[in-house]
């Protein structure tokens, strides 16, 4: 198995841009997370998906952040317009049912400025 | 208020001696998950061990072992025999009932010396 697969592994963008992240869950995986990393908040949840289906997304900081599950094998994190306080590594995960196995991607080092 | 406390910000240790990593919890649901995550330096996030809350017995997974006190909602992690491989962030987290989000810890940084 290809593990969960993030792309891309690094972005730099203009602030006022738009931003999408992209995310590959393991297959049979039926539960889907985004995590941010900061130095001053370290991890935090954003939103998770079970089924495809937002089931938690108090995390996400405000409207200019939206996620998406189209299909079980395919998810997206968009921020528009992006601003240099987004700064971060977003972490996308994924557990099999049960939620005894979460595994983590790669990440993807977001630098706004 | 914080589900996840890990109170050592950073922790030396040499080479092929042991290290214990504290972490203590918050929560009122009978059932949940304890999880130890492996941060190396490069980045990505690797799984280490998992309790369940109704585990009779403390986990292990090679030289990581986990030291489950319930009643004292802790669960601090051992690395014996440490590796210079072994120098990383560690973080703590954990799952609640039917919650299947994990709440982390702010994390430990080990370093191995030689």
């Known amino acids: 198995d290809a593990g969960v697969i993030q792309s891309p592994r690094h972005e730099v963008t203009e602030m006022g841009q738009e931003v999408t992240l992209r995310c590959k869950p393991i297959?049979?995986?039926?539960?889907l997370f985004w995590y941010r990393q900061t130095m001053m908040r370290g991890l935090e949840l954003l939103i998770y998906f079970n089924n495809n289906v937002p089931i938690d997304d108090s995390g996400m900081p405000e409207d200019r952040f939206s996620a998406k599950m189209p299909n079980a094998s395919f998810s997206t994190l968009k921020i528009q317009p992006s601003e240099p306080r987004d700064s971060a590594v977003y972490f996308c995960?994924?557990?099999?049912?049960?939620?005894?196995?979460?595994?983590f991607g790669s990440g993807t080092r977001l630098t706004v400025v | 208020a914080q589900k996840i406390t890990q109170t050592q910000p950073g922790m030396f240790v040499q080479e092929k001696e042991a290290v214990t990593l504290d972490c203590t919890y918050d929560t009122s649901d009978p059932s949940y998950g304890l999880f130890w995550y492996k941060q190396p330096s490069s980045g990505e996030m690797i799984f280490l061990i998992y309790?369940?809350?109704?585990?009779?017995q403390n986990a292990t997974e090679g030289r990581y072992s986990l030291n489950f006190q319930k009643a004292r909602k802790s669960a601090n992690l051992v690395i014996s025999a440490s590796q210079l491989g072994d120098s990383a962030m560690y973080f703590c987290?954990?799952?609640?009932?039917?919650?299947?989000?994990?709440?982390f810890g702010a994390g430990t940084t080990v370093t191995v010396r030689a």
């Open positions: 995960a994924s557990s099999e049912p049960g939620g005894y196995g979460y595994t």
């Open positions: 309790q369940g809350s109704y585990d009779q």
């Open positions: 987290a954990m799952r609640e009932g039917d919650d299947y989000k994990l709440s």
């Open positions: 297959s049979g995986h039926d539960y």
